[in-house]
C-alpha cells in the first residue's frame, strides 16, 4: 500500500469511512485504552485537537484491546467514558487490533512508514524496554509496543513522527503548528 488516503475504517457505529476525506489535514493517530495507565493523555489529545482543529488538525482515536486487556468495553461504552471522563470530541473509530494477524491496515501502513519512535531520556527509555517485554502482541521490531502509541502525519499522509506511549502528546505541538503552516 503506498498511501494513507487509499485505506478505509470503520467508524464507532461500523460504518466505511474513507481516510481520503482527511487528504490535506494534519493528522494524530493514536491507539487508545480506557483502562491505562496512560488514558489521562486523552486531556492533551483533546487540548491539542481543540486548540488546532480549525486550523486543521485531526486526532483519530483507535481504541485497542491488545495491551493488558485495557480497552474492554464495546465501542459505545467507549466512547461514553471518553466523553464523560475526558470530553473528547475528536473521531473516535471501531476497536481494532493494532499488531498481528488482525492487525489494521491502517496500524500496518503507520508502522511501516514512520521513523523510529521517539522515547525521551534514559529513565523513559527503560520503562519502554519493561512494557516491550510485558506485550504479548509486541513481535516485530516495529510493532505497537502499549496503548497511547501517537503517530503525527503531515498533509500528503506522510509519517513524521513516532511517540512512544509514554511520552506526552503535548511534545507535539510545536511540530503540529509546524505542519499546519
Known amino acids: 500500500m503506498s498511501n494513507l488516503f487509499d485505506l478505509k475504517v470503520a467508524t464507532r457505529s461500523g460504518e466505511e469511512f474513507a481516510l481520503s476525506e482527511l487528504e490535506g489535514k494534519v493528522l494524530l493517530i493514536v491507539n487508545t485504552a480506557t483502562g491505562c495507565g496512560f ?6 489529545l483533546e487540548r491539542l485537537y481543540k ?8 486526532v483519530l482515536d483507535f481504541p485497542c484491546n491488545q495491551f493488558g486487556h485495557q480497552a474492554p468495553g464495546s465501542d459505545d461504552e467507549i466512547h461514553e467514558f471518553c466523553t464523560a471522563k475526558y470530553q473528547t470530541s475528536f473521531d473516535q473509530f471501531k476497536k481494532i487490533d493494532v499488531n498481528g494477524e488482525n492487525e489494521s491496515p491502517v496500524f500496518t501502513y503507520l508502522k ?14 527503560s520503562t519502554m524496554k519493561m512494557i516491550k517485554g510485558i506485550s504479548k502482541t509486541c513481535k516485530k521490531p516495529n510493532d505497537i509496543k502499549w496503548n ?4 503525527l ?3 500528503e499522509g506522510n509519517v513524521v513522527c513516532r511517540l512512544s ?4 502528546p503535548d511534545l507535539l505541538e510545536d511540530k503540529i503548528k509546524e505542519l499546519l503552516g
Do not use: A, M, R
Open 39 to 44: 488514558t489521562p493523555q486523552y486531556e492533551s
Open 51 to 58: 486548540e488546532y482543529h480549525d486550523k486543521g488538525l485531526e
Open 112 to 125: 511501516e512508514n514512520s521513523p523510529e519512535e521517539y522515547v525521551k531520556g534514559l529513565g523513559h527509555k
Open 148 to 151: 497511547f502509541t501517537k503517530f
Open 153 to 155: 502525519l503531515d498533509k
Open 165 to 168: 506511549p509514554i511520552e506526552s
